[in-house]
């Protein structure tokens, strides 16, 4: 009997999972990231759908490979993939391929200057590795430049009436959404009723509007999910629960998220550069997020954000795909 494998390397940042595939791709092409990006959405398809979809997988997995770097200065490259395609950036991959990846012998890391600079579609991010007495501890990333899109927008949306949100990019667009307008409790039982509001929300906006990343490639205009705010439960400043791709919820704080939400309240005024908010997951896990720096791309003031989070290993894998397995090429049940 013919048969398919893939090895992986399994972890978790505040709890969102990510499977690092390290053996079983074929070679990519493409100079650019975008341009490798372009090149697993139309050929790796298959294999996103059998390491992320059931049986091996579940709705809510996301999944890394690593190329090699795009840029001359670039570390590593990285491709990041969920239940819909290939996402522009994730800042919980990188958290989890920064602590994951030197230990798993994947990415080459010197302890005198601890430094990852990814290579992503989104543009470079720079990781720095924290280290405790047993090995690496926490791992800080600065971000693509971020920014404000749109501030107080409106969209009428199916069932909810008019919607109040904002629009940041922050590695990828999204819509920011006040929960307790919308009286939507931001705990793990309501995830029926969060993920129901969210997709209503992102379709009403995608259909209302043009979303524009520009200087850079269009590749990067589209809006990748909703993020509904509430107060936090915990000492945090805030929680935020991330709706993204086709219907996922991020049990993380969102890296990518969190940093459009630094550049949302540092427009505001209430986010000084060098300050430190603590933001955390409908899990109650936390990120650290601040403006390293300001600068401006044309005409739009952007922002360098620095997250900070952790994340643990959970696991080493050999998936296997028969030929003559009938649900060898995965599935989801909705």
Same mark, same amino acid.
């Given at each position: ?44 398809? @298959?294999? $996103?759908?059998? !390491? ?11 999944? &890394?490979? *690593?190329?090699? =770097? ?91 009436? @008019?919607? $109040?949100?904002? !629009? ?11 929960? &307790?307008? *919308?009286?939507? =409790? ?96 409908? !899990? ?51």
């Amino acid at each position: 009997m013919a048969r398919r494998f893939w090895k992986t390397i399994d972890g978790h940042t505040a709890g969102e999972p990510l499977r690092i595939i390290v053996d079983g791709v074929p070679a990519m092409l493409g100079e650019t990231m975008l341009e490798r990006r372009a090149h697993a959405m139309q050929h790796f398809d @298959e294999l $996103r759908r059998v !390491l992320m979809w059931e049986p091996r997988g579940h709705r809510d997995m996301y999944g &890394a490979i *690593l190329t090699p =770097p795009a840029t001359t200065d670039g570390d590593v490259g990285v491709l990041f993939l969920h239940n819909e395609g290939f996402s522009t950036m994730c800042g919980h991959g990188i958290i989890a391929l920064a602590m994951l990846g030197p230990p798993e012998g994947l990415i080459p890391l010197d302890p005198s200057d601890p430094v990852i600079r990814f290579d992503t579609p989104a543009g470079r991010v720079t990781a720095r590795v924290q280290f405790d007495g047993d090995g690496i501890d926490r791992v800080s990333f600065r971000n693509v430049p971020s920014f404000v899109a749109e501030s107080g927008g409106q969209v009428e949306v199916p069932g909810l009436g @008019e919607v $109040r949100f904002d !629009l940041a990019f922050g590695g990828a667009f999204y819509a920011y959404v006040d929960a &307790a307008e *919308l009286d939507v =409790p931001l705990v793990p039982g309501a995830t029926d009723r969060i993920v129901e509001v969210a997709m209503a929300i992102k379709h009403s906006v995608m259909a209302s509007r043009e979303i524009k990343h520009a200087p850079q490639a269009s590749d990067l205009d589209f809006l990748y999910g909703v993020i509904l705010v509430g107060p936090a439960h915990g000492e945090a400043h805030s929680r935020n629960v991330c709706v993204f791709a086709d219907g996922e919820v991020d049990r993380s704080p969102t890296g990518t998220g969190v940093s459009g939400r630094a550049a949302i309240h540092h427009a505001r005024g209430d986010l000084a550069t060098g300050e430190v908010i603590t933001i955390e997951s409908i !899990l109650g896990t936390t990120f650290d997020v601040s403006v390293a720096e300001v600068d401006r791309i044309g005409q739009r003031e952007v922002i360098i954000p620095e997250v900070t989070g952790r994340a643990s290993l959970t696991g080493r894998h050999e998936f296997i795909v028969e030929d003559d397995d009938p649900l060898g090429g995965g599935f989801l049940l909705h």
